[in-house]
């Protein structure tokens, strides 16, 4: 179904509540997902159990089928209890709506039967494809950085086409099964652990050929006006992407802001004497122009996802010149909650460096998350500034 905008923003207002449900189990595992380096078991069965991973997924095939805002406002409720857990959920669906472009045959076979299966993806074209007598392709590769792959059950996978003699055909976007995939352990880092972000291993895999598509049909924009199809499969995905994990980061500024303010009134600063750090009027404004920074990311972002949504209602299309300053958004965005988290670090005081504290695992996660390629800010500022002067794009796809 399409859903009638009121119903739209009443089921977004249900998924933040169901969020807030299921909090206390997303929290109870933000330690050991730390720790194991991949989501615990109760965190899945809590991401399936609210269904937050289905809502990009086609309501035909028994998914939510909402827009880009109303997954935003899910990430961000979701990166209060535990950032890992958001920005996977992000992934999910990201990947579910990727998958939209492949031919029936190719979604039927993914959704059919589960309209809760998780899809990963990886953007980087570092596997190779040569294509085989039998209608398909022969895949191998490896893909860092996949995100989730220890918890989905298919994953998009971009390789190289490549001819008998291996001189390049052209960009490929595949479908796989995890469970033909190798994992190799090498997701090591000081933020965002939980994800699981690991790589993907192939080697001389058949991938029949209705689990293939161009590079070009991924990434091309035509569906944008495409009356026959739902608003959702409208939506330039790339850019809806990067707007919900922006999402992530901007949730974790607003989730160590909520942290500071609750612990604010029975903290001194020290070496003063302040027994209260709400009776300075420096603690006060330093925070007063924090949570200003913190709104004004927010802003960035409603203003990408509510443009991102109204385009694809009205099956109008985006201009180049929006979908640059949509980068542009995201990437300012989580550079003003970077900002604003060494802020609040500062303000909170030394304590806050504690290992049983969440703002430095705020802190670490919101850092790492923000050096996502889509969430560069330099490029993003590059981005938006060229599309004033109709300078050339600097990146592949918006």
């Given amino acids: 179904m399409t859903y009638k905008r009121t119903d739209l923003l009443r089921l977004r207002a249900e998924l933040v509540d169901r969020v807030h449900k299921f909090g206390p189990v997303f929290a109870a595992g933000a330690a050991e997902g730390e720790r194991e380096r991949r989501l615990p078991d109760d965190t899945v069965r809590a991401i399936d159990d609210s269904q937050v991973s289905r809502l990009w997924t086609a309501s035909s095939y028994g998914g939510l089928e909402t827009d880009v805002r109303t997954l935003s406002e899910v990430a961000k409720a979701l990166s209060h209890y535990c950032p890992s857990t958001s920005w996977v959920v992000n992934n999910i669906n990201g990947s579910n709506l990727l998958a939209a472009k492949f031919p029936q045959a190719a979604r039927d076979e ?3 039967n589960d309209p809760g299966t998780k899809l990963a993806s990886v953007f980087a074209a570092t596997g190779t494809a040569v294509r085989t007598g039998g209608g398909g392709y022969l895949l191998t590769g490896s893909w860092p950085y996949a995100t989730g792959i220890l918890h ?9 086409e490549v001819d008998g003699t291996g001189e390049p055909v052209g960009g490929l976007s595949m479908l796989v099964p995890v469970a033909d995939l190798t994992i190799e352990d090498t997701w090591h880092t000081v933020g965002m652990r939980a994800t699981g972000s690991h790589t993907a291993v192939l080697r001389e895999a058949f991938v029949p050929g209705h689990r293939v598509i161009t590079g070009q049909v991924q990434r091309g924009r035509e569906s944008a006006t495409d009356v026959s199809l739902p608003p959702l499969f409208r939506t330039a995905a790339i850019a ?3 707007v919900v994990c922006a999402s992530v980061v901007i949730g974790i500024g607003q989730a160590a802001r909520a942290f500071v303010i609750d612990k604010a009134p029975g ?14 009027q420096t603690f006060v404004s330093a925070l007063g122009r924090t949570a200003l920074t913190i709104d004004a990311a927010e802003l960035h972002v409603n203003r990408a996802a509510d443009v991102l949504d109204e385009a694809a209602r009205e099956a109008t299309g985006l201009p180049e010149s929006e979908l640059r300053r949509i980068r542009g958004d995201v990437g300012q965005a989580v550079n003003l909650v970077t900002v604003a988290l060494d802020e609040l670090m500062w303000a909170h005081g030394a304590a806050a460096f504690a290992e ?5 695992q705020y802190w670490r996660d919101a850092n790492t998350a923000a050096r996502h390629a889509m969430l560069n800010p330099r490029i993003g500022h590059e981005l938006y500034g060229g599309s004033f002067f109709g300078l050339d794009l600097v990146v592949p796809s918006l």
């Fill in 110 to 112: 993914v959704f059919g």
């Fill in 152 to 160: 989905d059950d298919w994953a998009i996978l971009v390789a190289r």
């Fill in 240 to 242: 809806a992407m990067a």
């Fill in 267 to 280: 903290r001194g600063i020290a070496p003063s004497g302040y027994t209260r750090q709400t009776d300075s």
């Fill in 356 to 360: 049983s504290n969440p703002l430095q």
